[in-house]
């Protein structure tokens, strides 16, 4: 009901309850207040003139009221008097941010409260509180709280947090935290350490929590257990968690199952699923060979010494035969090991970019008389360039042609008199230019800290003995020879580390053959080598090194003094000249692939660059035909390839 402000009506309204209610003034902030079968309504109209509270009323909120009050009381306590009141006739006050709401008990829980008003809490007033519970089970407390909570109320137990949520009157949830606090007490459980002579403490505590499933089995409540039992595997004891009654339950178990072994070890038969059983099993003796070592002082440590580890290569599987303690420990070493290793993307690009120029110009000039009254023979002889001077004269001597030199041009004339005088002139002049652009670029896939190998080039014949002389008894003459690889060798050992970088430990090298190569005993290779370590991102290309070179040749002949002429010396002289600049440059790439997508992902890479050259061929060729890419599985269909080599195409 809200509360009327009509001067008129406000004052009719008390002139007819006048009868039922009498509110004293007692001295000022005091009231005294009585009423007799007064109507609900307008008791909540008196305490809302002396609270200055707003209410609002549920209409089915009714019925007569009887107060008696002999001491003079607050605005507070009236208010906690009137709380009192509505409890005893079913009804009850919601304060909220700016009114009061008086509803019935049976639907106050379903409303928030806001407290905000009051400067202390009243006693009577319905509230919510949660109350949180250390050491006893909060779900045990339920049933034994639940008959102390008012019919209207509410108790539930949280597990997750053993904790209770409780509404109620503020003066029965301070009774029910009494209660739960006297209930909550710690006292009479203590801890317990019990050191084992024979067994092993972790199969033991699994045999306890099978003797007693009461206290330790899996059906008690993990967040509020009373009794625990735990393994402390490195010093092979027990500790008890619990009551006086439960630790002597539990030591006279332990001491009957605390009895020496009689297989004196256990066998066990691990299977790898990624490390290498040979190695891992070196790694264990070496290990589990210097605790047993450490063990050799005496007493129980002595007994647990005895450790085997055999490697079945075959079933990549190791054999282990230890205490318990010990094939506690090579378990978890195993587990720590036996996992699956990144693998490592190398890319690498050889680049080499030459350049060579050439220029040659040289006169021959020859003279000769046949009759052998003068001198036979005279001219200039340049080998250089061109032809010699050997040529001309023989061209002369038997009226040929010069035959020209290779490339450039040649301009010769000459004649031949009566009397045998004969002369020649050669003139010769040849530029040459040559350029050429390599790219090699090999990539291999391994395993993280695993050494790996492409080699890419021919193998080529080196003679490495021969014997030809039959004086000395031998009657079949024979060369040897040996064969080696030749062309393009990278070798990588990777190495990633925990933040995703990756050490190098690389050997590229780049051989050829060189050219004008007559037989196996005049090879000549050149060869340039880059050993480096480096460390590299992943996926970052960095350039492990070059090599710039620049070779430049003038190769100058002349007749003395007549060469020195100027202009004029041109015809007495030859000149070559030759320019040559080489470019080399390595780069890498390394790309971390730490799962099977990333594997997939890089192969589905390669292949795609494969169709995509197939692709080209064929444009090339002028064939049509189905451009949908097939899937990769289809390289391996027997007698079906999926990319056709060329001659088939073409056919």
Not at 127 to 144: G, H
Not at 250 to 272: H, N
Not at 560 to 573: E, T
Request: no cysteine; glycine share 8%.
């Amino acid at each position: 009901m809200i509360k009327l402000n009509f001067p008129s009506l406000q004052v009719l309204l008390l002139a007819l309850l006048m009868p039922l209610v009498a509110v004293a003034q007692e001295p000022e902030g005091s009231w005294r207040l009585n009423l007799k079968d007064a109507d609900i309504r307008a008791f909540v109209t008196q305490v809302a003139d002396i609270t200055g509270y707003s209410f609002v009323v549920d209409p089915r909120v009714k019925g007569k009221v009887t107060v008696l009050s002999s001491a003079p009381m607050n605005k507070d306590e009236i208010y906690d008097l009137f709380l009192a009141v509505l409890q005893v006739h079913g009804f009850t006050a919601i304060p909220g941010e700016e009114v009061i709401k008086i509803v019935q008990q049976v639907d106050a829980k379903q409303s928030a409260e806001s407290l905000g008003r009051f400067t202390t809490i009243p006693s009577e007033q319905l509230i919510t509180r949660v109350i949180q519970v250390d050491n006893a089970n909060a779900l045990e407390l339920v049933p034994i709280l639940r008959p102390l909570v008012a019919k209207y109320g509410h108790l539930a137990g949280v597990a997750a947090a053993n904790a209770l949520i409780v509404s109620d009157h503020q003066a029965n949830i301070q009774r029910i935290e009494n209660i739960v606090r006297e209930l909550d007490s710690p006292s009479k459980y203590e801890v317990e350490v019990i050191q084992l002579e024979e067994a092993w403490v972790g199969d033991l505590v699994k045999l306890l929590q099978e003797l007693a499933p009461d206290e330790l089995g899996s059906g008690a409540d993990g967040a509020a257990r009373k009794y625990s039992v735990t393994a402390d595997e490195r010093s092979n004891r027990l500790i008890l968690r619990g009551d006086e009654v439960f630790r002597e339950k539990m030591r006279g178990l332990i001491a009957k199952l605390d009895q020496p072994s009689a297989t004196g070890g256990s066998t066990s038969v691990i299977r790898l699923r990624h490390a290498d059983s040979k190695t891992l099993a070196e790694i264990l003796k070496g290990v589990m060979g210097e605790i047993s070592q450490q063990g050799e002082g005496g007493g129980n440590a002595q007994r647990q010494t005895a450790f085997s580890v055999f490697a079945d290569e075959g079933l990549n599987a190791l054999v282990v035969r230890a205490e318990p303690s010990m094939m506690q420990e090579v378990e978890s070493i195993i587990s720590q090991l036996d996992v699956r290793r990144a693998q490592v993307l190398i890319e690498a690009a050889i680049v080499e970019i030459s350049d060579e120029l050439g220029e040659d110009l040289g006169v021959q000039v020859a003279l000769g008389d046949e009759s052998g009254e003068s001198t036979p023979v005279a001219g200039s002889n340049f080998s250089n360039v061109g032809n010699s001077l050997g040529d001309v004269i023989g061209a002369i001597i038997s009226e040929d042609l010069i035959a020209p030199a290779s490339g450039g041009v040649t301009i010769g004339a000459g004649q031949r008199n009566e009397n045998g005088i004969s002369w020649g002139i050669l003139l010769q002049a040849l530029s040459t230019s040559t350029a050429a652009n390599l790219l090699s670029t090999p990539s291999i896939i391994t395993l993280d800290n695993q050494e790996s190998e492409i080699i890419v080039g021919q193998n080529v014949p080196f003679r490495t003995g021969q014997t030809t002389n039959t004086s000395a008894g031998l009657q079949n003459p024979f060369t040897t020879i040996e064969r080696r690889d030749i062309g393009l060798t990278l070798k990588v050992t990777p190495s990633i580390s925990a933040d995703g970088l990756v050490r190098l430990v690389v050997e590229q090298t780049t051989e050829n053959v060189a050219d004008s190569i007559a037989n196996a005993s005049d090879i000549i290779t050149n060869k340039r080598e880059i050993k480096t370590t480096v460390l590299a991102d992943d996926g970052e290309t960095i350039v492990l090194g070059g090599l710039i070179t620049e070779d430049y040749r003038i190769n100058r002949s002349q007749v003395p003094l007549l060469g020195s002429i100027p202009y004029l010396g041109r015809l007495f002289s030859s000149e070559s000249e030759t320019r040559v600049k080489r470019n080399l440059l390595v780069f890498l790439r390394p790309t971390i692939m730490l799962d099977k997508g990333d594997t997939v992902a890089a192969t589905n890479e390669k292949y795609n660059g494969l169709w995509e050259v197939n692709l080209g061929v064929r444009e090339k060729l002028g064939l049509t035909g189905d451009r949908n890419q097939p899937p990769i599985e289809t390289l391996f269909n027997t007698g079906k390839p999926a990319i056709k080599p060329e001659s088939e195409q073409v056919r």
